[in-house]
């Protein structure tokens, strides 16, 4: 299996530019999740959705972030516009069902917004 | 407020001595807890997990959840220097999972 795949692994944007980031989860999982992790405040959670909808978005930040998961093999998190705050790094993680299984982690997304 | 609590250290054990992390959990309708290490630059990377109470080894790992404390610990014993990391302590609820801040342990060859 070749895991959670996510791209790129570094971007460095200037403020205002928009940023997409990408994520494929392991085959057979129906749950995703989006974290970001910073020195500050650890890993925190996002965005996650089941079965390709969006359960809990209360973790994002601002209207400035947008997720979407058009199929069970594709995820996207979107930043426009894109501020120094927001430099991080989002990782992509996914299950094989809601609740009482192991969640697995893609490489990350190294963000620096300038 | 789901919280989950951790040393943030930095622990350091002489290679080959026993490690001792801990972690305290808020919500106590929690049933899956989890122990992820993570290599500096490197993505969380699942090494234990335990439903029941009681102890659950797996190698030098070994994993204690107290439901009753609301107390989740791993011990590594013979630590190796491979061993340094950050240690992640997470559990699920609400189909969520939640995960503490971490705590860095130094393995000293």
């Known amino acids: 299996d070749a895991g959670v795949i996510q791209s790129p692994r570094h971007e460095v944007t200037e403020m205002g530019q928009e940023v997409t980031l990408r994520c494929k989860p392991i085959?057979?999982?129906?749950?995703l999740f989006w974290y970001r992790q910073t020195m500050m405040r650890g890993l925190e959670l996002l965005i996650y959705?089941?079965?390709?909808?969006?359960?809990?978005d209360s973790g994002m930040p601002e209207d400035r972030f947008s997720a979407k998961m058009p199929n069970a093999s594709f995820s996207t998190l979107k930043i426009q516009p894109s501020e120094p705050r927001d430099s991080a790094v989002y990782f992509c993680?996914?299950?094989?069902?809601?609740?009482?299984?192991?969640?697995?982690f893609g490489s990350g997304t190294q963000l620096s917004v300038l | 407020q789901k919280e989950v609590e951790q040393n943030s250290g930095p622990l350091s054990v002489p290679e080959g001595a026993i490690a001792s992390l801990n972690c305290t959990y808020s919500d106590r309708g929690s049933q899956s807890f989890f122990w992820y290490r993570q290599y500096s630059g490197k993505s969380p990377e699942l090494i234990m997990f335990i439903y029941s109470n009681g102890d659950k080894e797996d190698g030098r790992f070994t994993a204690q959840l107290n439901k009753a404390s609301q107390y989740v610990s791993l011990l590594i014993r013979d630590s190796q220097p491979s061993d340094s990391a950050t240690y992640l302590c997470a559990f699920e609820t609400g189909n969520q999972f939640y995960f503490g801040t971490g705590t860095s342990l130094t393995v000293i060859p």
């Open positions: 959705f089941n079965n390709n909808v969006p359960i809990d």
């Open positions: 085959s057979g999982h129906n749950s």
């Open positions: 993680a996914s299950s094989r069902r809601m609740g009482n299984e192991k969640l697995f």
